[in-house]
């Protein structure tokens, strides 16, 4: 069964020789109330199976209500999305040696985000969907302004 981890970072680098992720100021929960860059590090750990078909992920962020948030593009206010999709071609799957098959494929990637356009003082989330189906979430706070 597919399953998936969030973490955020100040920034992160992936290594694509060996898998890993290398990190700067991982784990936190909250910034601001000026919001900086960050980078959602996604670890995955899915079947060799699951792997052998392509599969469409999305990473959304959504504000306290659930609801999208958006940010100007040239086609006008755009949720903040980020959407691919997961999966290995048939060379790596023939590849995988027996022992690589008994413990599942695990698979990472970075996604890096520009300041988006949040509130201080309120509370997000970025939600991971693997084929519409939740895998994951982690949940932040900007701080509120200070007061004068």
């Not at 992160?12 to 000026?34: E, R």
């Not at 860059?37 to 750990?45: D, G």
């Not at 590849?95 to 509370?123: M, W, Y």
């Amino acid at each position: 069964m597919m399953q998936a981890f969030l973490l955020l970072c100040d920034s992160a680098q992936p290594d694509l020789a060996t898998g890993k992720i290398h990190m700067l100021g991982a784990g936190w929960s909250v910034t601001g109330p000026a919001v900086p860059p960050m980078t959602i590090a996604v670890f995955l750990r899915l079947s060799w199976d699951e792997a052998s078909s392509p599969h469409e992920f999305s990473l959304d962020l959504v504000d306290d209500d659930g609801k999208p948030v958006t940010a100007l593009s040239q086609e006008g206010d755009r949720p903040i999305q980020f959407s691919g999709n997961i999966g290995l071609d048939n060379a790596a799957q023939a590849a995988a040696d027996e022992n690589l098959r008994k413990i599942g494929l695990q698979s990472s990637f970075t996604v890096n985000v520009p300041p988006p356009p949040l509130n201080p003082g309120c509370h997000y989330k970025w939600i991971f969907t693997v084929d519409d189906r939740e895998l994951s979430s982690i949940p932040f706070s900007i701080r509120p302004l200070p007061e004068n």
